[in-house]
């Protein structure tokens, strides 16, 4: 057997759950094509992983690349590689880099970073993606729909309670990025722009999530002397629209 590169001697921790291992990895391409005993195996480069161990490349599943503008400024994400994390989910606590119903939208993420200097040269969630392609970037990226960032795409400054034909606004908005490739969408209930979300609007969030099978991921409205009621109002919310929450 020849390989691109072999792995040789590693310990070998495969992430489903079995016991480590000493293993041997053969790679061609971009493909494993073998793990076992490859003693007599031959490759372009060889690499010894006696005493280290060798895993599939970690997903962090919370991650604000996005609202640091990191994946654009420092694409290639060299300390995310350097620790093995290989796939990252951005577009947390409510905030994501689109879509942008109106340029309003983008102010969400002044919490975390200043936009100053920041090219921001898409709308639809699509056109994102698009735009992401022609970066260099060194992980795989997925990303949620911030509910704040739609939210204040439609409010604007308003912090109010929206209306039901506002909330079929969202909707819209939300099943044509679904339909693009977000993976989800996220909620952060503490900040002022989705503290007076109704249970209409965050309910009929998750029913279009889970109508997808994609994921909610929540920023609690309170993590102090209020955290058991917070907790309770997205496990609720969640087991009324049926949905896969982290």
């Not at 879509?99 to 639809?124: C, D, V």
């Amino acid at each position: 057997m020849t390989f691109d590169i072999l792995i040789k001697k590693g310990t070998v921790i495969d992430g489903v759950g079995n016991q480590p291992y000493t293993a041997d990895i053969g790679i061609s391409g971009q493909q494993i094509k073998a793990i076992g005993a490859l003693s007599d195996a031959r490759a372009k480069q060889t690499i010894d992983a006696s005493g280290l161990y060798v895993s599939p490349g970690f997903v962090d599943i919370q991650n604000h690349s996005d609202s640091y503008l990191t994946i654009m400024e420092s694409p290639t994400m060299d300390s995310l590689v350097t620790q093995g994390i290989t796939t990252i989910l951005v577009g947390h606590c409510g905030t994501s880099l689109a879509p942008l119903p109106s340029p309003e939208a983008l102010k969400s993420i002044q919490k975390w970073r200043s936009l100053a200097g920041a090219n921001i040269n898409w709308q639809t969630f699509a056109e994102y993606l698009k735009t992401m392609e022609g970066y260099p970037l060194g992980v795989n990226v997925a990303s949620l729909v911030g509910h704040a960032t739609v939210r204040r795409g439609i409010l604007g400054d308003q912090l109010r309670i929206m209306t039901r034909e506002e909330i079929k606004i969202i909707e819209d908005v939300l099943l044509r990025s679904f339909d693009a490739g977000s993976a989800g969408v996220s909620l952060g209930l503490v900040y002022a722009h989705e503290v007076n979300s109704s249970e209409d609007e965050l309910l009929s969030v998750a029913k279009m999530a889970a109508s997808r099978g994609k994921i909610l991921s929540a920023h609690l409205r309170s993590e102090g002397s209020q955290i058991v009621p917070a907790l309770s109002e997205v496990i609720g919310l969640a087991e009324k629209a049926h949905i896969h929450f982290t």
